[in-house]
């Protein structure tokens, strides 16, 4: 079965303004995870969504935000930009029962 | 390719030799604990997994080891072949299955031929 798919899978921005990346989990995976990646904090938690509904927040600015539609795809949001912001941006998937993450190639974002 | 990390610690080891990565994870309260790899301009991609009840679990060529009392895991991969060149991380949660995966920092394995 097809994995989880990120689009894009790159994107350059400028500082100031906002981006959406779109996570597609794998099929009957109702969580979805967010995570972003940088050289220096490694992989840092954002949010998870289960069944439309924020289940867990990591220690992110409110300029991050996420939702999660009914068919389980995900789609995270950053606004007003920040050159720190440039990242590798990864989406995990899984069953509600299942704690093995599946994860995506990742969105590279570069704020210039 | 991208870089997944500047400053990770670094393993050089032999082809055909035995690799050992370790990690310390943080919290006591973790019981599920999983090994990932990554390749350049690649997501993570799952190696192994074990839960708290165990201490030691098999795949193929890698074993997971889990010392609760250090707080303490250990990824072995046998035979190291230039394909298994990349990051490997641990990760760890909590068995409620709602808390979030929380990764390492990382290690880099070098393969030389």
């Known amino acids: 079965k097809a994995g989880v798919t990120q689009t894009p899978r790159y994107l350059i921005k400028t500082r100031g303004q906002q981006v959406t990346l779109s996570c597609s989990p794998i099929s009957g995976h109702r969580s979805v995870s967010w995570y972003q990646q940088t050289p220096g904090q490694g992989l840092q938690f954002l949010f998870e969504y289960f069944s439309e509904t924020q289940r867990n927040k990591g220690n992110f600015p409110g300029r991050f935000s996420g939702r999660q539609f009914s068919n389980s795809r995900s789609e995270m949001n950053v606004s007003t930009l920040e050159l720190g912001d440039s990242a590798l941006y990864l989406c995990?998937?899984?069953?509600?029962?299942?704690?093995?993450?599946?994860f995506g190639s990742g969105t590279r974002l570069t704020v210039v | 390719g991208e870089s997944v990390g500047l400053h990770l610690p670094t393993l050089s080891v032999q082809e055909g030799d035995n690799s050992i990565i370790n990690c310390a994870y943080s919290?006591?309260?973790?019981?599920?604990f999983i090994w990932y790899k990554q390749e350049s301009g690649k997501g993570p991609q799952f190696i192994i997994d074990?839960?708290?009840?165990?201490d030691k679990r098999q795949g193929q060529r890698v074993t997971v080891l889990l010392n609760k009392t250090v707080k303490h895991l250990s990824l072995q991969i046998a035979a190291t072949q230039p394909g298994d060149s990349a990051v490997y991380f641990c990760?760890?949660?909590?068995?409620?299955?709602?808390?979030?995966?929380?990764f390492g920092k990382g290690t880099r394995l070098s393969v030389i031929a």
């Open positions: 995990a998937s899984r069953t509600s029962s299942n704690y093995g993450y599946t």
């Open positions: 919290n006591s309260a973790s019981d599920y």
């Open positions: 074990i839960r708290s009840n165990m």
């Open positions: 990760a760890e949660t909590r068995n409620s299955g709602n808390t979030p995966l929380v």
